[in-house]
């Protein structure tokens, strides 16, 4: 029981255990998500989940943790031909669709909000951050090696891309409107562009 | 009592109740607030803030608007001769300080996050947003008279301005890391030097 609970559950009722915190999640909010509800989401006893998680902050951490794991699987870099492509595909699956309902959205950050109170939330969301970053760096790096780019820092590029990205997140869900959105990925593609070798900054 | 209700305490009262809520705000967080508690701040009895304010939620809701006041109130535009130098002003005014305690940005950011569950809230929130975006529209448009920047869309560089703002202030604090702050302020300036007349984009 130790092996099992330190392996996770097994990989099928890990995914059915994230889905159904998903639904939970989106439902009920952060602040009103028990375990409880996640069994409700799940249709099995309660019971399944102590077993396997010793909390629900324990939980929850393998659920910011398989998300992450979930949207690299997403991105294969492999298959673009350049790296402004790459980096319009990686930015476009990052950026909140404005006609889905953003309750997934309001439960990320209302779990991000916790990472000040909560040492198991900070590490987990500063991992699901550096690979985040290492990803985009990834791709700048590339784009100057291609010679696509001019002779950035691809670090900090790739942290004006994730401020820019935060900032339109954040704005988007507690302002409630699309503007941010919009605004948002015009200055993605501008800071872009002033980067682009023989693209003339806007 | 109705009329003092609608018009709020007296300003000495309403000065002292605004700062025991900050304090208490620091010290427990939003999830931990209670009227109790910033009547414990506050020194006086409880029943003076169930006097002049119906629930929790009302008082914070003016706190919000006196926040926004306080700040309205030490920006004072006349005093610049270039809108560069207002712009550089207000943007300083606006970044947290990376040696502050950030207590009170997550506080506000824990404020903001319960605008999707909450109108009087987000209401009070878009109020602020709008004094905001306003406010740097009016820069912009001051610089485009005086020839300073190009003929950009002020509203738009003003929602840009707003999005690397608190992008910079969400990824600061939860991630607990200067970064953002360092990446954000040069973001900030190099977007501002591509619109200025005669600057070159970097």
Redo the contacts between chains.
């Keep these: 029981m130790e092996t099992q609970r330190s392996n996770g559950p097994p990989p099928e009722t890990h995914e059915a255990i994230m889905d159904a915190t998903c639904r939970a999640l989106c439902e009920h909010?952060y602040a009103n998500l028990t375990m409880q509800r996640i069994s409700d989401e799940l249709d099995k006893s309660k019971s399944l989940l102590h077993y396997h998680y010793d909390s629900k902050e324990e939980l929850l951490v393998s659920f910011l943790e398989y998300h992450l794991d979930e949207f690299a699987t997403r991105l294969s870099l492999d298959e673009y031909d350049s790296a402004a492509d790459a980096l319009a595909f990686t930015v476009d699956a990052l950026f909140p669709d404005p006609d889905d309902s953003?309750d997934f959205e309001?439960t990320m950050?209302?779990m991000?909000?916790q990472?000040?109170?909560n040492d198991a939330f900070?590490e987990q969301?500063?991992e699901n951050?550096a690979r985040l970053k290492d990803l985009f760096t990834r791709i700048f790096e590339d784009g100057i090696e291609r010679g696509e780019f001019e002779d950035i820092d691809p670090e900090?590029a790739a942290?004006?891309v994730?401020?820019?990205?935060?900032?339109?997140?954040?704005?988007s869900?507690?302002?409630?409107s699309d503007?941010?959105n919009e605004?948002?990925r015009?200055?993605i593609r501008?800071f872009i562009q002033?980067i682009t070798v023989g693209d003339e900054?806007?």
Excluded: S, T, W
């Design positions: 909010g953003n309001v950050l209302e991000g909000m990472a000040p109170y900070r969301l500063q951050n900090r942290e004006h994730l401020i820019l990205l935060d900032g339109v997140r954040g704005r869900v507690v302002l409630g503007e941010p605004v948002g015009d200055a501008e002033a900054a806007q």
